[in-house]
Structure formats: C-alpha cells, structure tokens
C-alpha cells in the first residue's frame, strides 16, 4: 500500500521569501513521485516528477524538489515566491502496485498563500 | 494537444436526477482515470481504465455510480439517483501508453463542478 503525508495543511509566506512545502511518503514498491499544483477553479497540472536519474528535480515556474529516499521524502522549495504561486499544491506517489498498475496516491494537499 | 476534455464544467441538478460526466482522454493515452474532490474527503480515485477496460473501481462509492469507456477517446461517470452529498468536483486524468516510467504520468482534465440540490 501507498499513503501520502502532507504536513502542513496551510502555508502562509510572504512574497519573495523562499518556501517549502513538505512531502513524505510510504510505499513497498519503488516509486515516482509528483508534485501538482491546483490554482482556484482549476484542474491539476503537473509541477515536477522524480521517475529515475537525479534525485534533485526542476519543475515549472521555479519549483524545484528533492527525493530523499532514507528520508522517504520529496520537499518541494522554491528561493523566491510571487503572488501568482498561490495555489494548492498536491504531492503524489505512484508506483507498480501489481498487474501492471500504475495508480497515483494523493496527499491531502497544501494551501500555499502568498501575502504582499 | 488539447488535453483532456471534460464537459459539462458546471452541471446543477436536482436530487433524484441522473448526471452523465463526460471525458476524451489525450489521444494516444491508454489509461483513464476518475476522481472526487471535496474538502472533506480530499482527491479521492473513483475508478480507473486500462485500454478501455476497467481495472479497479473499488473507489467508486455506492451502486448509484456507474463508469463506462466504450472506446479509446471516451468516458462517462454516471451518477443515478443523485444525492445532495454527491457535490463534488470530478476530474478525469489521462496517462500514456509508454512502456517506460512516463506511464505514471497523469495528465488532469478541467474538472466537472457538480452541484446537486
């Protein structure tokens, strides 16, 4: 089985200090990991995804996270935040969980606030 | 591309009623999935289809959701008789058929807002 924690439900940060939202994971099989990011009335989009290779990762607008596998974690940081990063931002974890199937676990996601 | 469709992205109906969501995944992708999103509940997989067939719906909630896929570039999540605990938003996701690790890539449509009174 796979599960997904994220630790801080809400995330207030000021604009342009740097920020980092919180992953860790559990799973008996080797894993992908995700972060998406929702903004307001919006679908999920992809932000960045571990799937091999290095273990540090850079995603869109910024966004960069590290897999720390003794950790069982998947920080995401960014240096600097702007006021459109206010989003909710979903970690998520994947993997083969028998007969080929590749289902995504989601966090319960983190509400990031950018405040002027 | 133009992603995955969703439509409606608003539907409001009245308790009792049948609500038909529809999808068209990315072409070329092999696997569709459903899911539900509340406050309380969080993103929550209500099924999902491997090459039009479906391989797991243990998410699905009760008897009064059903999903079909009758082809490759086509889904509906029905919901009947709807009930006011229903409301939700339901997205569908897309992954690609690809031998490799990218086949755990999901790809999310817009979202359906449902809203039953």
């Known amino acids: 089985a796979q599960s997904v924690t994220q630790l801080d439900s809400q995330v207030p940060v000021f604009e342009e200090a740097p920020v980092e939202l919180r992953c860790n994971y559990s799973?008996?099989?080797?894993?992908?990991l995700f972060w998406y990011v929702q903004y307001p009335n919006q679908g999920l989009q992809l932000l960045l995804k571990?799937?091999?290779?290095?273990?540090l990762v850079k995603g869109i607008n910024g966004f960069e996270a590290e897999f720390n596998k003794s950790q069982t974690s998947f920080h995401l940081r960014k240096p600097s935040v702007h006021i459109s990063d206010t989003a909710e931002y979903f970690c998520?974890?994947?993997?083969?969980?028998?007969?080929?199937?590749?289902?995504?676990?989601f966090g319960k996601g983190t509400k990031l606030s950018v405040i002027p | 591309d133009a992603g995955v469709i969703q439509s409606p992205r608003h539907e409001v109906t009245e308790m009792g009623q049948e609500v038909t969501l529809r999808c068209k995944p990315i072409?070329?992708?092999?696997?569709l999935f459903w899911y539900r999103q509340t406050m309380m509940r969080g993103l929550e997989l209500l099924i999902y289809f491997n090459n039009n067939v479906p391989i797991d719906d243990s998410g699905m909630p009760e008897d009064r959701f059903s999903a079909k896929m009758p082809n490759a570039s086509f889904s509906t999540l029905k919901i009947q008789p709807s009930e006011p605990r229903d409301s939700a938003v339901y997205f569908c996701?897309?992954?690609?058929?690809?031998?490799?690790?990218?086949?755990?890539?999901?790809?999310f449509g817009a979202g359906t807002r449902l809203s039953v009174l």
């Open positions: 571990y799937l091999s290779g290095s273990t």
């Open positions: 996701a897309s992954s690609p058929r690809d031998p490799g690790s990218a086949k755990n890539i999901q790809y």
């Open positions: 799973s008996s099989v080797s894993v992908y």
């Open positions: 072409s070329g992708h092999n696997s």
């Open positions: 998520a974890v994947s993997g083969d969980t028998g007969a080929g199937s590749y289902q995504l676990t």
